[in-house]
Nanobody, 115 residues
Framework: QVQLVESGGGLVQPGGSLRLSCSASGSIFSILTMGWYRQAPGKQRELVARITRGGTTNYADSVKGRFTISRDNAKNTVYLQMNSLKPEDTAVYYC?????????WGQGTQVTASS
């Protein structure tokens, strides 16, 4: 069983930056492909970035060039650096494995880009 705890969200002005962290329990973290997901009000949850155990990354077109996913296997942590935030990035952000496992969803962390 893996437990995931997200942190680092907040309120920023458009154009600002935030760095999200996802701390995972469990010794299998280093072999998992991890993903950052987000869900905006009235919309379905979507995958915005993923990183394999070897460090290969993929991004949704909407965040490509602005967001960077990374991981530290020694710390069982995955990060999401978000730059040039836009109002449409406003959502609750979650981490999970990819593909996601229902029982692994945490509380998420709210990101709001607004002036």
């Amino acid at each position: 069983q893996v437990q995931l705890v997200e942190s680092g969200g907040g309120l920023v002005q458009p154009g600002g930056s935030l760095r999200l962290s996802c701390s995972a329990s469990g010794s299998i973290f280093s072999i998992l492909t991890m993903g950052w997901y987000r869900q905006a009000p009235g919309k379905q949850r979507e995958l915005v970035a993923r990183i394999t155990r070897g460090g290969t990354t993929n991004y949704a077109d909407s965040v490509k060039g602005r967001f960077t996913i990374s991981r530290d296997n020694a710390k069982n942590t995955v990060y999401l650096q978000m730059n040039s935030l836009k109002p449409e990035d406003t959502a609750v952000y979650y981490c999970n494995v990819d593909p996601p496992i229902k029982g692994y969803w945490g509380q998420g962390t709210q990101v709001t880009a607004s002036s």
